[in-house]
Nanobody
Framework: QARLVESGGGLVQAGDSLRLSCTTTGRAFSIRAMAWFRRTAWKEREFVSAVSWSDGTTYYSDSGKGRFTISRGAADNTVFLQMSSLKPEDTAVYYC?????????????????????WGQGTQVTVSS
């Protein structure tokens, strides 16, 4: 089974930047998309960004658009989230997720129901 492992979180000040990484291990040949969600005090799983594994189309939340950039690794087994101009409200546990391609249905890139493989999360804390 494939595993997703996030890294790159940490404690930063408002206005700083961070680059999160997510690597997949094991059998993950059928992946259709990967995404980033975050757990905050307001939402258990808030959509942040996603990327199609077939054509590279990217998707962003309103809060992240213009500040965050999602990208795929050259080997197609990693995904990154470059975050700039961080705000205290960005403080959250960030989770990497994947659509395994094994489900008999499809869902919106913005919906957590599309993704069935999840990482353990990495903490991002932004101080004011």
């Amino acid at each position: 089974q494939a595993r997703l492992v996030e890294s790159g979180g940490g404690l930063v000040q408002a206005g700083d930047s961070l680059r999160l990484s997510c690597t997949t291990t094991g059998r993950a040949f059928s992946i259709r998309a990967m995404a980033w969600f975050r757990r905050t005090a307001w939402k258990e799983r808030e959509f942040v960004s996603a990327v199609s594994w077939s054509d590279g189309t990217t998707y962003y939340s309103d809060s992240g658009k213009g500040r965050f950039t999602i990208s795929r690794g050259a080997a197609d087994n990693t995904v990154f989230l470059q975050m700039s101009s961080l705000k205290p409200e960005d403080t959250a546990v960030y989770y990497c997720a994947a659509d395994s391609g094994l489900k008999p249905y499809s869902a919106s890139y913005f919906s957590y129901t599309k993704y069935d493989w999840w990482g353990q999360g990495t903490q991002v804390t932004v101080s004011s």
